[in-house]
Every structure is written in C-alpha cells, then in structure tokens.
C-alpha cells in the first residue's frame, strides 16, 4: 500500500514526485514513458531559468531530479483502470495493480488523429506525429504538416531545416498559434502555406508518396513523402471512468487540483486548467502532491 501513485511522468508527474519524495511519502510513478508532452519541444524560451533550452534537454534535467531521491519508476506500463474502493486508491495497469491511499493523475494528452483514408495504414511509414523524433529520418525530402496552431508551426520551423520543402496544411484561414511562429513560418522560402485546405486521403505504397487535397471545392494531389499530423491532442483519461471530466475529456480540478473523487488529485494537460504550459504544468503538479500529503495528515486509514 503506498501513499501516492503518481500516474504519468512529464513536468506534472516529474514534479509532483519530486515534492512527495522531499515529503518523505512513500510513493510509486507509473509512466508509459518520461517527459511528456515536453520532449517533442524543439524551442522552449518561456521556462523560467532557462533563457533557451530543447524540449529534451529540459526533460533531462527534470529527470536527473526525480532520479536523484531514488524514486520507485515503472516505466513502459500502461494505466488502463483507475478506482477507489473505501479508502483504497486500486491502480490496474497492463501489467499489474497497485494500492494507494491517494493518486496524483498526469497523464497528459496524446496527438489526434485525421481519421482519413490511410492514415493508419501508413503509420510508421510516412505518417508520424513528432517532428523532433522522427523529422531526421526526412532530411531533403518534401513533408506536410497537417495543422495550423502552435504544435503544427513548431514542428513547420523544425522540418524547414532539414527537408527540401515543408508544406503546412491548414484547414482553417489563418493560423491560429502564436504570431512570432507565424512569422518565421510564413516568411521562410522553404515553407508552402495552404491555408483553407483539408487533407482527404493519405496514399502511397510501401510508403508515403502522396497527399489527396481538396481546396476551393477542387481535389489534387501533392507529392510527399512524410506527413506529420499535428491537428490537437486528446486527453490521456479512458482509464478513470470515475473522475468528472469536461466536453474535451479533460479531467475538472479545483483551484487546489482536486478532482470529485476525495484522494485523488490531476494536474497538468490532462485537466481542464485553461493554458497548457510546461510553468504551469510543474506548478499544478506541485500543488497535487501537496494536496496529497494534507490529505494522508488529516485522515484516518
């Protein structure tokens, strides 16, 4: 029986950790893998300390600081049901359960998908969903980025680097991410916008070779040989059938990042906290772990 699981380990995770080791607790991270959302950052000028850092870099560090209070991590371990039974927290994961007294949930988000015609036969082969993980196997070659907010322009300013041409695919008018990325993708000779466009299909044969478009009514065809879809995420949630969530899936916290179910607390991208930001992230996993160790004081097991 520990007093805290910690489900997810990114800045939240990471961070609610670290404070439940420094509170002595005795707790247990369980994580499918460590940083999150964070890794897939190619630029992060906005975390304070740090007037720039990589996504991986800064992941780093955050672990270099769990792995220094000897935490308990099961890594590459799939949360698949979250419930509380009495005063039991039960944590089934695909390759065990676990019992808690109280639960920290940073699990964040995962990429949406198109849902178009081969998208999912091509996964893997052409189709990805990081620029920074797999934009190095494309040097040279022409790619699309299907999106038009942060996510989509950062993985844009990543590929124009290293591929021949990147064409970014927007459904809506303009784009919606942040104007200094927009600059630097719109002004770039290395870069096609296409606004009010919408991907129909995905086709090739062993690999990617090309994108069905529909633009202004009209179908065409465009030659590429990676697409990267970056089109939003979806909250990492399914496994707690009990917490109350909102019409995103995000899971609802107060401002003390409790969720309806007494012992169990979230954090990070996976709540409905408004901005999803990695300062933010660590501040609200700060805060669940804190939570947690009021709530272990002030009650009887």
């Not at 620029?131 to 990543?158: M, R, T, W």
């Not at 009514?217 to 109350?244: H, Y």
Request: glycine residues 10%; contains cysteine; aromatic residues 8%.
């Amino acid at each position: 029986m520990y007093d805290l699981i910690v489900i997810g380990a990114g800045p939240a995770g990471i961070t609610a950790s670290v404070y439940a080791a420094r509170k002595r607790m005795d707790f247990l991270v369980i994580t499918r893998d460590i940083g999150g959302q964070a890794v897939w950052s190619a630029e992060v000028s906005n975390y304070p300390g740090y007037q720039f850092i990589s996504g991986p870099d800064l992941v780093a560090r955050f672990e270099e600081l769990l792995r220094a209070y000897d935490s308990v991590v099961k890594e590459n371990e799939r949360v698949v049901d979250l419930r509380k039974i009495g005063t039991k927290i039960i944590v089934k994961t695909d390759k065990g359960v676990y019992d808690s007294r109280t639960c920290v949930v940073a699990s964040g988000k995962r990429s949406k998908e198109l849902g178009v015609p081969g998208e999912r036969e091509f996964k893997n082969k052409g189709v990805a969903y990081c620029a920074i993980c797999d934009g190095p196997l494309f040097a040279g070659k022409e790619v699309a980025v299907i999106g038009g907010g942060n996510s989509a322009l950062d993985a844009a300013l990543q590929l124009m680097k290293i591929c021949r041409q990147t064409y970014v695919i927007n459904a809506m008018p303009v784009f919606t991410g942040d104007a200094v990325m927009r600059e630097k993708v719109e002004h770039n000779s290395a870069v096609t916008v296409m606004n009010n466009t919408q991907v129909t299909a995905i086709v090739g044969d062993v690999f990617v070779n090309a994108l069905q478009i529909r633009k202004d009514g009209m179908e065409e065809r465009l030659s590429v040989q990676g697409v990267f879809v970056e089109i939003g995420l979806m909250p990492n949630a399914d496994f707690a059938p009990d917490l109350e969530k909102n019409e995103q899936g995000e899971i609802r916290v107060n401002c003390r990042v409790e969720t309806n179910v007494p012992g169990i607390f979230a954090a990070g991208d996976v709540t409905d906290v408004p901005e999803k930001q990695i300062v933010i992230a660590a501040g609200e996993g700060a805060k669940a772990s804190l939570g947690a160790f009021r709530y272990l004081a002030s009650h009887k097991f």
